[in-house]
């Protein structure tokens, strides 16, 4: 049960407390306003506004294509939507690996125009500079390692990442120079369960998995993919909550027929 239900704000410190604490931390995406509305009603702890809304809102292969003022739109939107959970942003590929400079003016711009609270970046110690240069503007930064999928053209595959002994150092020395540059949380991403319960062990900051087994601070999953209006993608580490594919289907099918039968409307749902 949760002994912050009734935060009226969720913030990064508020985050660092339930692990202290314990307590798991609760994470979904959400790209639009009344998609927020319903999983921050729901009383989520955090909302991340992914670059996964590349494929899921665009339909896109990868999450390469998203640009940083299509980041802004659905931010802006899930803000507006939010009174409680923390709202994080990914800053989308291109808008931060050039220089530190750079990555600061487009997290300068994400919490100006959308009025987040945070942003998440992908990478481990080649980021450091970046993400201290963001900090010292006040914006506090998530970080994500293992599956990164901005370098999904460097892996070549969707796989579990850090399984063989070399990666698995790497991302832990990676996950240590993250919070040692002042990351308030990091996000693992399908990686073995026990390196994932190791790296939470070490840090004294949250760690949100995804695929990433139970050992860590939190879970996180995409909303559309819990919910099952994805249906295509089936990896072994989502859980499936409800099946909205098949339901809207069977909905729009319905509607279709009354519609076609002269159903719908009928004499109560006319003026
Ligand atoms: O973009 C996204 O949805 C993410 C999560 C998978 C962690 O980064």
Redesign the pocket.
């Known amino acids: 049960m949760s002994v912050h239900k009734e935060i009226k704000k969720v913030t990064t410190h508020v985050l660092q407390e339930m692990k202290r604490g314990g307590e798991k931390i609760s994470?979904l995406?959400a790209y639009d306003y009344t998609m927020a509305k319903i999983v921050d009603h729901a009383g989520i702890d955090v909302i991340?506004v992914?670059?996964?809304?590349s494929n899921?809102m665009a339909g896109h292969e990868t999450?390469l294509p998203i640009t940083l003022d299509q980041m802004i739109y659905h931010a802006s939107s899930v803000v507006r939507a939010v009174d409680r959970a923390l709202i994080i942003v990914?800053l989308p590929f291109g808008t931060y690996q050039g220089n530190s400079k750079e990555a600061l003016n487009s997290a300068i711009r994400i919490m100006k125009e959308s009025g987040a609270h945070a942003v998440?970046l992908?990478g481990g110690k080649e980021i450091t500079e970046s993400i201290q240069r963001i900090l010292t503007a006040g914006i506090p930064v998530m970080g994500?390692l293992g599956l990164t999928?901005q370098s999904i053209y460097k892996f070549g595959t969707y796989n579990v990442r850090a399984k063989e002994e070399a990666e698995a150092q790497k991302l832990i020395e990676d996950a240590h120079a993250l919070e040692k540059a002042g990351c308030f949380a990091i996000?693992l991403?399908k990686i073995p369960a026990k390196l994932a319960e190791q790296v939470a062990k070490e840090l004294a900051i949250p760690v949100?998995g995804?695929g990433a087994g139970g050992g860590v601070d939190g879970q996180?999953?995409?909303f559309h993919d819990m919910v099952g209006l994805t249906h295509e993608f089936n990896p072994r580490f989502l859980r499936r909550y409800l099946n909205l594919y098949e339901e809207i289907n069977t909905a729009v099918g319905q509607y279709i027929k009354d519609v076609k039968s002269k159903d719908f409307p009928n004499a109560g749902e006319q003026y």
């Open positions: 994470m995406t991340l992914g670059d996964s809304a899921v999450t990914d998440k992908e994500h999928p996000v991403e949100i995804i996180v999953l995409v």
